[in-house]
């Protein structure tokens, strides 16, 4: 079945470490997307990407850092400059632009 | 920039009745997209309905419908006959065309909707 697959479902890090998680999808979709979700907040974009090998910064790319080298692969690292990493990440892709996401299952994060 | 915003941080409905959520974005783009998502427990984000802003006509999907008021910039969600499987977090969100690319979408911090028995 076509799809969005995040990896983990559940992580924990620890302070001053760096940790990646994985986003593929099968859909052959061109464009991919992370978002962060904080209570209350909803959701706000930290990178996105419209074609392999491109990216671009979102509202809060400040401490993340991400690679397009494949279009069904779309990674997200956190680094140990974000300050405040513990939050639910949802990666999702689309299309085109704007037409219909689909979203992934997300991972959790927890710094401990 | 856009902004979207949902006044309703949480909303009851009894089962089998109709209920409203609220919405308001603001964008001083021409060509943009309008989307209702629903997050349950689960936490998977699940598209309800999406509305081009170009089309006049309300967008429904089964019990679930919009009221797309383009001057106003406002688009609502109306859900008929509330079933106990509706109750989630709402999301609304924006999209704009930007000459082919991808931008990504700007969310509202969502409505909570319970469905009482």
């Known amino acids: 079945d076509g799809g969005i697959t995040q990896s983990p479902k559940y992580l924990f890090r620890k302070e001053g470490q760096n940790v990646t998680l994985s986003c593929e999808q099968n859909?052959?979709?061109?464009?991919m997307y992370w978002y962060r979700q904080d209570p209350g907040q909803g959701l706000r974009l930290i990178y996105y990407?419209?074609?392999?090998?491109?990216?671009q910064k979102g509202d809060i790319a400040e401490g993340y850092s991400v690679s397009r080298e494949k279009k069904e692969s779309f990674p997200l690292t956190v680094t140990s400059a974000q300050k405040n990493p513990t939050a639910f990440y949802l990666c999702?892709?689309?299309?085109?632009?704007?037409?219909?996401?689909?979203f992934g299952q997300g991972t959790r994060l927890t710094v401990v | 920039a856009q902004t979207v915003t949902q006044s309703q941080p949480e909303m009851s409905v009894q089962e089998a009745e109709t209920v409203t959520l609220s919405c308001t974005y603001d964008?001083?783009?021409?060509?943009?997209?309008l989307f209702w998502y629903k997050q349950p427990p689960s936490r998977q984000m699940i598209l309800v309905i999406r509305?081009?802003?170009?089309?006049?006509q309300n967008a429904t999907e089964n019990r679930f419908s919009v009221n797309f008021q383009k001057a106003a910039k406002s688009f609502s969600l109306k859900i008929s006959d509330s079933q106990l499987g509706d109750a989630a977090m709402y999301f609304c969100?924006?999209?704009?065309?930007?000459?082919?690319?991808?931008?990504?979408?700007?969310f509202g911090k969502g409505t909570h909707l319970i469905i009482q028995p």
């Open positions: 969100a924006s999209g704009i065309w930007a000459g082919g690319g991808a931008d990504g979408l700007t």
């Open positions: 999702a892709s689309s299309i085109k632009a704007n037409t219909e996401a689909f």
């Open positions: 509305q081009e802003a170009y089309k006049q």
């Open positions: 964008t001083s783009e021409s060509d943009y997209y």
């Open positions: 859909l052959n979709h061109d464009a």
């Open positions: 990407s419209q074609i392999v090998n491109d990216f």
